[in-house]
Every structure is written in structure tokens, then in C-alpha cells.
Nanobody, 127 residues
Framework: QVQLVESGGGLVQAGGSLRLSCAAS????????MGWFRQAPGKEREFVGS????????YVADSVKGRFTISRDNAKNTVHLQMNSLKPEDTAVYYC????????????????????WGQGTQVTVSS
């Protein structure tokens, strides 16, 4: 089992950047592919991206491609979401999630694909 805690959210102007972090507890962080999701008010939770256990493979949704990147530091049990060129439509609560997976596999798709979740961090982008 793994516990996840997100941080780094806040208020930023359009065009700005934020870096979200997700800290994992436990010794088995490297056993999990990690994902980022977001949920805006009144909308379903949306997949943002994923990174493999090794960090060698990443995938981001088309809506954020070219603006968001995912990285991880297995020595520090941390995964990051670097968000650049932020837009008002990026406003949401951002969640990290974990899923046991093969070494170089990303886990793409619906939230049901993931087993463990953080409590989320709010990102607000003003126009």
C-alpha cells in the first residue's frame, strides 16, 4: 500500500507555471506507475498523464501536450507535474494516483485504472 500527498497548487495568472509534487510513503514507490488527474467543478475527473515505474516512459493527454511534463524521483519517492503556459481551463483540483504496473508501462485512461489516490491540490488559473 502507498499513501500519496500532493502539494504545489495555488493561484497563477494565465501563461504562468506551477510545479505540483506528489510525495509517496512506503518502501514500494518504485513498484507503481504514477498518474495525474484533474477535476474541475461540475466535470468528471480527467486523465492528465502518467509515468512508468522506471521514469523512462511518459504519456500526457492531448489537452496538455506540449505544456505539461511528468517526472519522478524514485530515490525521493516523489512524482512531479510541471505545468507551463497555464490556461484558465486548467483550473481544477489535481490528483496523483498510483497503480502497480510493469517497469516501463504507463497507465493511461480512466480513474478506475488506479488503485491509490491522494487528496488533491487546487490549481486556479486567472485570466
Amino acid at each position: 500500500q502507498v499513501q500519496l500527498v500532493e502539494s504545489g497548487g495555488g493561484l497563477v495568472q494565465a501563461g504562468g507555471s506551477l510545479r505540483l509534487s506528489c510525495a509517496a510513503s512506503g518502501r514500494t514507490f518504485c513498484a507503481y506507475a504514477m498518474g495525474w488527474f484533474r477535476q474541475a467543478p461540475g466535470k468528471e475527473r480527467e486523465f492528465v498523464g502518467s509515468i512508468s515505474r522506471s521514469g523512462a516512459s511518459t504519456y500526457v493527454a492531448d489537452s496538455v501536450k506540449g505544456r505539461f511534463t511528468i517526472s519522478r524521483d524514485n530515490a525521493k519517492n516523489t512524482v512531479h507535474l510541471q505545468m507551463n503556459s497555464l490556461k484558465p481551463e486548467d483550473t481544477a483540483v489535481y490528483y496523483c494516483a498510483a497503480k502497480a504496473a510493469d517497469l516501463h508501462a504507463v497507465v493511461v485512461g480512466r480513474s478506475k485504472s488506479y488503485d491509490y489516490w491522494g487528496q488533491g491540490t487546487q490549481v486556479t488559473v486567472s485570466s
